[in-house]
Nanobody, 111 residues
Framework: QVQLVESGGGLVQAGGSLRLSCAAS????????VGWYRQAPGKGREWVAS???????RYADSVKGRFTISRDSTKNTAYLQMNSLTPEDTAVYYC?????WGQGTQVTVSP
């Protein structure tokens, strides 16, 4: 079983940055991909970025060039560095690994 805990969300002005963390417990973290997803008010959950067990990364077009996903398997932690934030990035951000989900962390970007 895997438990995931996101942190690092908060309120930031447009143009600002935040770094989200996803701390995992469980033996499958290092051998499975980690994904970040987000859900804005009134919308469905959307995929943001993924990092494979070998470090390969993929991004949604909406965040490409602004967000960077990474992982540190020695710490069982994944990260999402978010730069040049806009109000459209406001959402609850979730991480996922091996079919498990965290509880989410709120990111709010003010104009």
């Amino acid at each position: 079983q895997v438990q995931l805990v996101e942190s690092g969300g908060g309120l930031v002005q447009a143009g600002g940055s935040l770094r989200l963390s996803c701390a995992a417990s469980g033996s499958t973290f290092s051998i499975s991909a980690v994904g970040w997803y987000r859900q804005a008010p009134g919308k469905g959950r959307e995929w943001v970025a993924s990092v494979g067990s070998g470090g390969s990364t993929r991004y949604a077009d909406s965040v490409k060039g602004r967000f960077t996903i990474s992982r540190d398997s020695t710490k069982n932690t994944a990260y999402l560095q978010m730069n040049s934030l806009t109000p459209e990035d406001t959402a609850v951000y979730y991480c996922s690994n091996a079919g498990y989900w965290g509880q989410g962390t709120q990111v709010t970007v003010s104009p």
